[in-house]
């Protein structure tokens, strides 16, 4: 099984990262591939971030149909471009933000997310709610720390672990939702200082898509999700237009 996890910032020491933590779940015989896009912002931070990310994050798609990978992870917990990405994709599309907070719902009958800057946090409610999850959230809360400081910043870690803790205290939930792929590597040591459960999206939506792999379960293409209709796109974007004459998510982009 290929699982190709798709970082749609382009900054590679975090895709390392979590293509690691990723690697950490997975069973044998699957391979992770993590990737960043060739085109794109540093990091997403902003609505005007997320949506100049997607047409890198469909190339990372597109080319991963191409190789023959059954499944992919999203992963940013804004979940960017996930619906496009699931009419491209043969295999299942998980995005971390949906798998995180679907994941924490199992373990208690609250959670909290912690992210990274407050103005991300909308975003994450709009998410909640698409999800069917918003009842189940306490609160999101933000420790005002941007992504590219959470690798080089040397009070980040304890910045997030306290964030935390006043989060689980504030919103008396029963779960914490690492709000951010750059947080993955510190899930375990958060709930051990903690004493709760921490889910991190970018293992969450990974097990999610080695299971959905392994049950032989995809996308439903009978509605929503079907192909898009062929059509030419100009400019620079004359590349993403897909093959006329095809139905199927066989379809490649043209050249």
Not at 10 to 21: H, V
Not at 88 to 109: F, Q, S
Not at 113 to 140: K, M, P
Not at 206 to 216: D, K, N, S
Request: charged letters at 20%.
């Amino acid at each position: 099984m290929r699982i190709r996890l798709v970082n749609p910032n382009t900054t590679w020491s975090m895709t390392r990262l979590i293509g690691e933590c990723a690697r950490s779940v997975a069973a044998a015989g699957v391979q992770v591939e993590a990737v960043s896009p060739s085109m794109g912002p540093s990091s997403i931070e902003s609505h005007y971030d997320e949506a100049l990310a997607v047409p890198g994050l469909l190339a990372e798609i597109a080319q991963g149909e191409a190789d023959g990978v059954d499944g992919y992870v999203v992963a940013c917990f804004g979940d960017p471009g996930l619906e496009a990405a699931r009419e491209l994709a043969r295999g299942p599309v998980v995005g971390i933000a949906e798998a995180g907070m679907r994941t924490a719902t199992y373990l208690g009958r609250s959670f909290s997310v912690v992210t990274t800057l407050g103005r991300t946090t909308g975003r994450a409610w709009d998410l909640a709610h698409a999800y069917g999850v918003a009842g189940a959230c306490r609160g999101i809360h933000a420790c005002e720390i941007p992504v590219l400081e959470l690798e080089t910043s040397p009070d980040a870690r304890e910045r997030i672990t306290e964030a935390c803790r006043e989060a689980l205290s504030r919103d008396g939930s029963d779960v914490i939702v690492l709000g951010c792929a750059g947080m993955a590597d510190l899930c375990a040591h958060v709930s051990e200082a903690i004493g709760a459960p921490v889910v991190d999206g970018v293992a969450a939506a990974t097990v999610a898509v080695q299971g959905l792999v392994t049950l032989g379960l995809s996308t439903s293409t009978v509605g929503e999700y079907a192909s898009p209709p062929p059509k030419r796109y100009d400019g620079l974007l004359s590349g993403f237009g897909l093959q006329p004459g095809s139905t199927d998510r066989d379809r490649r982009r043209t050249a």
